[in-house]
Each structure stands twice: as structure tokens, then as C-alpha cells.
């Protein structure tokens, strides 16, 4: 059974630009959540999505959106990219009871 | 502000001993609790989840949840070298929602 799949592993930005993060989740899993993990803050919550709908939001700027496929895919993305933007982003997906499988995540650094 | 609070550590065991992990968490609404385990550099993997409280053993590991005391353990017993990891400790709240609240997560060194 293949686990959630992040792309791209490692991504290099520049100030100003945007970019997109994908995550397929475990098959028959409708519930994606994405996290921010920097070594100052740890694992925050960025929002979750559940049959295409974002269900939950944390607290971080208006810059981070995603969404959701039909077929549970998630994206998300991150406009006018900031230094502090630079972290592992960890996408997680849950059957809905239970354990959240983490994906390997995407580390972003912002130049 | 919904928290969860882990110490730090490190928590330094000898390879064999009891390494124990604790987690306290601030808001009685909270219903699932979770513990990862994180290699440095890889992102964080499923050890076992509880709901009700007492012990749940799952081989070497047990996890306690005290609700009244807004407390839950990691004990891992016969510590290996290759336990050695960051323990991160995460909160479901109720209602129709996935989110977890993380804690920073200890630092587990365990000595040869």
C-alpha cells in the first residue's frame, strides 16, 4: 500500500515568488492536513481538507492557501514567499479515525 | 490558546533502561492523543494513539492517559540505541476535524 507521496522533496525560492506543493494521500484516505515544521516552532498546523472542503485553518497569513482534489489530492501553495517561509512542509492523511500518516515532506528554502 | 507542552530534554537512558516521556496538555475538550517518533531529517512516524484512560501496550511501548491530570506518558521499555529520536506528543480536539496540536517533542539519546 503506498504512503502519502509529497512532491517536489526539496525546493529553492527566491523572495517575492510563489510557490505550489502537492501531496497524494494513502488510497481511501479523504482527509489531507498540511503542517509547517521549523526548528523555532516545530509542527504548526497550516489547515486540513476533507472531501474537498478546507475544514480547518490555523493561524498563518492569507499568502497560504490549498486545496482539494476529487480524487483527494491536495495542493498547497505560498504567494510573495518570505525568508521565514523556509521550512519542511508535511503533508498527513487520516482515514478519519486513528494515526495521521505523514508524507516526507518538502523542505522549502526562500533566498 | 490550545497547548501542549513537552520538556525538551535531552532525555539521556542507558541502552536497556526505562526511558519515560511526558506530555501534559492544557484543554479538557481534548479527545485523541498521539505519539510520533522523529528521525533528524525524516518527518515524523505513527508510534501508537490513545483514547481512554489507563495503559495501551503495543511491544516495547506504552502509552498512559490520565484525562483528570490532562496527562499522557510514553514509556519505552528495553531502550535501544535506535530509539534514540525526537518523541512528539499531539492533541486532537473534538468536533469534525483532523487537526492535531503538536508539543516541541523531547530529545531521546539512548547510550550503548
Known amino acids: 500500500k503506498a504512503g502519502v507521496t509529497q512532491t517536489p522533496r526539496y525546493l529553492i525560492k527566491t523572495r517575492g515568488q510563489q510557490v505550489t506543493l502537492s501531496c497524494s494521500p494513502i488510497s481511501g484516505h479523504r482527509s489531507v492536513s498540511w503542517y509547517q515544521q521549523t526548528p523555532g516552532q516545530g509542527l504548526q498546523f497550516l489547515f486540513e481538507?476533507?472531501?474537498?472542503?478546507?475544514?480547518n485553518k490555523g493561524n498563518f497569513p492569507g499568502r497560504f492557501s490549498g486545496r482539494q482534489f476529487s480524487n483527494s489530492r491536495s495542493e498547497m501553495n505560498v504567494s510573495t514567499l518570505e525568508l521565514g517561509d523556509s521550512a519542511l512542509y508535511l503533508c498527513a492523511s487520516s482515514p478519519g479515525q486513528g494515526g495521521y500518516t505523514f508524507g516526507s515532506g518538502t523542505r522549502l528554502t526562500v533566498v | 490558546q490550545k497547548e501542549v507542552e513537552q520538556n525538551s530534554g535531552p532525555l539521556s537512558v542507558p541502552e536497556g533502561a526505562i526511558a519515560s516521556l511526558n506530555c501534559t496538555y492544557s484543554?479538557?475538550?481534548?479527545?485523541?492523543f498521539f505519539w510520533y517518533r522523529q528521525y533528524s531529517g525524516k518527518s515524523p512516524e505513527l508510534i501508537m494513539f490513545?483514547?481512554?484512560?489507563g495503559d495501551k501496550e503495543d511491544g516495547r511501548f506504552t502509552a498512559q492517559l490520565n484525562k483528570a491530570s490532562q496527562y499522557v506518558s510514553l514509556l519505552i521499555r528495553d531502550s535501544q540505541p535506535s530509539d534514540s529520536a525526537t518523541y512528539l506528543c499531539a492533541v486532537k480536539y473534538g468536533g469534525a476535524t483532523n487537526k492535531l496540536i503538536f508539543g516541541t517533542g523531547t530529545l531521546l539519546a539512548v547510550q550503548p
Open positions: 481538507y476533507f472531501s474537498e472542503t478546507q475544514r
Open positions: 490513545i483514547y481512554s484512560n
Open positions: 484543554d479538557r475538550g481534548s479527545q485523541s
